[in-house]
């Protein structure tokens, strides 16, 4: 079955979102006065992207949330071995 490539197009807009919030916290860490806070809240962000493409990818709606545990429910209903992982990402919402 091919792909469709919207499908393809909108998952990989999401995970593009997700590495340059990737590149922020990196960008923040690496100086000589680390910019701790700032890198925090990218990592919520890159995390969040990701579970949106996640989602994208197998075609499930998600509601604007930036609640991380919310959405982490619906990819773990997708696919429970996820549970570990999101359950340490969890802590980023706050």
Same mark, same amino acid.
């Given at each position: 079955? %091919?792909?469709? !490539?919207?499908?393809? #197009?909108?998952?990989?807009?999401?995970?593009?979102?997700?590495?340059?919030?990737?590149?922020?916290? @990196?960008?923040?860490?690496?100086?000589?006065? %680390?910019?701790? @806070?700032? #890198?925090? $809240?990218?990592?919520?962000?890159?995390?969040?992207?990701?579970?949106?493409? $996640?989602?994208?990818?197998?075609?499930? !709606? $998600?509601?604007?949330?930036?609640?991380?545990?919310?959405?982490?429910?619906?990819?773990?209903?997708?696919? !429970?071995?996820?549970? !570990?992982?999101?359950?340490?990402?969890?802590?980023?919402?706050?």
């Amino acid at each position: 079955m %091919p792909l469709d !490539p919207l499908l393809v #197009a909108n998952t990989r807009a999401w995970l593009q979102k997700s590495l340059a919030d990737v590149r922020r916290v @990196e960008s923040l860490l690496s100086t000589a006065d %680390p910019d701790v @806070e700032d #890198a925090l $809240f990218h990592c919520q962000q890159a995390a969040e992207k990701a579970l949106k493409a $996640f989602l994208t990818w197998h075609d499930e !709606p $998600f509601r604007k949330t930036h609640d991380l545990e919310a959405l982490g429910r619906q990819c773990i209903a997708i696919d !429970p071995t996820l549970a !570990p992982l999101l359950a340490a990402a969890d802590m980023l919402t706050e």
